[in-house]
């Protein structure tokens, strides 16, 4: 079992930065962002897999970078450039399982989630 707490959400003005934290139990080969705005499916925002490939939706290419400390425990996501369209709850996911059953953007490999944190950016 892992527990994942996120932290770093918040309001900011169209264009504006903020950078979220996953704090992780545990570690886990595969972990992953993803975010829910209201009367949406939630979308995967960007996941590292065990060899350290990170992958984007193509939403947030080019402004949002995912990163991991060494020991693979902590994840963080770096938002710049942020637009109303990124405004969700964003939550830290991870998986004990060592292979992804589908993509890695995909919920349904994430068998840990984070309570969430929410992130508003208003024009």
């Known amino acids: 079992q892992v527990q994942l707490v996120e932290s770093g959400g918040g309001s900011v003005q169209t264009g504006g930065s903020l950078r979220l934290s996953c704090a992780a139990s545990?570690?886990?080969?595969?972990m992953a962002w993803f975010r829910q705005a209201p009367g949406k499916e939630r979308e995967g925002v960007a996941a590292?897999?065990?060899?350290?490939?990170?992958r984007y939706a193509d939403s947030v290419k080019g402004r949002f970078t995912l990163s991991q400390d060494n020991d693979k425990k902590n994840l963080y996501l770096q938002m710049n450039n942020l637009q109303p369209e990124d405004t969700a709850t964003y939550y830290c996911?991870?998986?004990?399982?060592?292979?992804?059953?589908?993509?890695?953007?995909?919920?349904?490999?994430?068998?840990?989630w984070g309570q969430g944190t929410q992130v508003t950016v208003s024009s």
């Open positions: 545990g570690t886990s080969p595969n």
């Open positions: 590292i897999d065990r060899t350290g490939r990170i």
């Open positions: 996911a991870a998986t004990s399982r060592w292979s992804l059953i589908v993509g890695p953007l995909r919920a349904d490999n994430y068998g840990f």
